[in-house]
């Protein structure tokens, strides 16, 4: 089972701060997928990444996938109080869906 | 559209006593199904993944068992809950595929005393 460590464990921001979390495995990544949860709530499925280099956009979250596959990061441009959660990140094998332990993000009004 | 269900969303159980948690989908047909649990603001440990009828993967030896009666259905069960037992057990569901996303029920709260 591939390992995921994902940094920083805890974040805590204020309103309209730029950050970046990040993933990281010692081996390569067939994909890697980022979900974001709320208290409460299950994730949410935030974006696929598939390709080495490959950089995707969702409003002021850009996500980019390592030229190795072995790394991701999620960059977060002026946060938001509704940014607040649990950043997941996981990683596919076969039929199943490996998790790292999250970065807790609190952005701070 | 695709919906999954959950419940319930909390439950309070004594130490000792049966456990039966429920998941349905609805609106897609074959899903892989999965339960996760996750301890308070961590990631999600795999406990069970059903990719038909009656199939069931286990990826943790522990208390609980799954079950999948029907195609869009998935069980969680234990027959005598611990106190480890506590936590956020999460159901999903996915279409197969390592680039297709999962979609996550609402979750239930279990406390176990």
């Known amino acids: 089972t591939q390992l995921l460590e994902q940094s920083p464990q805890f974040l805590s921001i204020q309103e309209g701060e730029n950050l970046t979390v990040y993933c990281n495995s010692s081996s390569v990544f067939s994909s890697l997928q980022w979900y974001r949860q709320e208290p409460g709530e299950g994730p949410v499925l935030l974006v696929t990444v598939v390709t080495g280099g490959e950089v995707k956009k969702l409003k002021r979250l850009t996500f980019q996938f390592g030229d190795a596959r072995k790394d991701s990061s999620l960059h977060i441009t002026a946060a938001q109080t509704g940014d607040t959660g649990l950043y997941l990140c996981g990683s596919p094998s076969g039929s199943r869906l490996t998790f790292g332990e999250g970065t807790q993000l609190t952005v701070n009004p | 559209s695709q919906t999954i269900h959950q419940w319930p969303a909390t439950l309070v159980q004594p130490v000792g006593s049966p456990l039966s948690l429920e998941c349905t989908v609805e609106g897609t047909s074959n899903p892989n199904l999965y339960w996760y649990r996750q301890a308070a603001g961590r990631g999600l440990q795999l406990l069970f993944y059903?990719?038909?009828?009656?199939?069931i993967s286990s990826e943790v030896p522990q208390n609980l068992s799954a079950s999948r009666p029907q195609d869009r259905q998935f069980i969680l069960s234990s027959k005598k809950l611990l106190l480890s037992d506590s936590g956020f057990y999460l159901c999903?569901?996915?279409?197969?595929?390592?680039?297709?996303?999962?979609?996550f029920g609402s979750g239930t709260r279990l406390t176990v005393v």
């Open positions: 999903a569901w996915s279409l197969g595929g390592t680039l297709r996303g999962y979609t």
């Open positions: 059903s990719v038909g009828i009656g199939q």
